[in-house]
């Protein structure tokens, strides 16, 4: 016969608080004031403000990103390596910030300052791209989640 134990208080009082842990990201994120808060700028010579001399903020006045800058496509995959190919191709740098090769089995390296390979893998969670920039990529494997396409070996240099 299985008895069925009252819950102890102790255990809902850390339930009750870890949920409120949980929740306060939501809550910070969605209470945010208005921050367009100017202070004059300070005469350090005399200990005075100055004179604010810029016009205030127009209501017509438009903030944040525009259309084209929040639209962004994830690229993972062989669209992430193709993408960090095309953005390396013509550096003139050394390493990680250099030039990137294309080999013949569709991989993407570079080459270290002793002049071996380093192979280069995407980002386990993507590059976030823009969408103007990522069009050219749509066909690959990992354009915004897409788990089909094609991949690198179509575009390496013939054996």
């Known amino acids: 016969m299985d008895k069925i ?4 208080k102790a255990s809902r009082k850390i339930a009750l608080l870890l949920s409120a842990l949980l929740m306060s990201p939501l809550f910070t994120a969605c209470g945010g004031g208005s921050r367009n808060e100017v202070t004059a700028p300070r005469d350090t010579r005399a200990g005075q ?17 525009s259309t ?29 910030q ?6 013949k089995n569709g991989r993407v390296y570079y080459r270290d300052a002793q002049g071996k390979a380093q192979w280069v893998t995407p980002p386990p969670g993507g590059i976030q791209v823009p969408e103007s920039e990522a069009q050219q990529y749509r066909d690959f494997k990992g ?17």
């Open 5 to 8: 134990y009252p819950q102890p």
């Open 49 to 65: 403000t100055a004179p604010n001399t810029s016009r205030p903020a127009s209501p017509q006045a438009r903030k944040g990103l």
């Open 68 to 96: 084209g800058q929040k639209v962004a496509i994830t690229l993972a995959g062989a669209a992430a390596l193709y993408y960090l190919y095309n953005k390396h191709k013509s550096k003139q740098a050394e390493g990680a």
């Open 98 to 103: 250099g030039k990137y090769y294309l080999s």
């Open 143 to 159: 354009y915004n989640g897409k788990s089909t396409g094609r991949d690198l070996t179509d575009l390496a240099p013939a054996q």
